[in-house]
Nanobody, 129 residues
Framework: QVQLAESGGGLVQPGGSLSLSCSAS????????IGWFRQAPGKEREAVSC????????YFADSVQGRFTISRDNAQNRVYLQMSSLKPEDTAVYYC??????????????????????WGQGTQVTVSS
């Protein structure tokens, strides 16, 4: 089973940018779908973005559309979430997750956390002045 580790979180002022990295070990990501999720205190975990490592299809939550981008580096077995124009409401713990491509996630829409079996430990993103 693939193991995931997020990095790149931190404190940033509103309007600033951060880039999160999701590194995988134990398996190649070539046949996985990667999802980024976030969870703020007292709230449910919500989907932010996803990307298919095989064909690059991607989706974003409406709340981050136009501000966040997702990219993959199959050779490095990594996925990146670039966040810009950050808002205080983006404050949360951000998690990356993996699901087998055969599960058919991130094909037509942004999926929920169900079906993603591997999760990283999360990285805190705080947007505050």
């Amino acid at each position: 089973q693939v193991q995931l580790a997020e990095s790149g979180g931190g404190l940033v002022q509103p309007g600033g940018s951060l880039s999160l990295s999701c590194s995988a070990s134990g398996s190649s990501l070539d046949y996985y779908t990667i999802g980024w999720f976030r969870q703020a205190p007292g709230k449910e975990r919500e989907a932010v973005s996803c990307i298919s490592m095989s064909d690059g299809s991607m989706y974003f939550a409406d709340s981050v559309q136009g501000r966040f981008t997702i990219s993959r580096d199959n050779a490095q077995n990594r996925v990146y979430l670039q966040m810009s124009s950050l808002k205080p409401e983006d404050t949360a713990v951000y998690y990356c997750s993996a699901a087998s491509a055969v599960a058919g996630l991130c094909v037509f829409s942004l999926p929920g956390p169900e079906g993603f079996g591997s999760w990283g430990q999360g990285t805190q993103v705080t947007v505050s002045s």
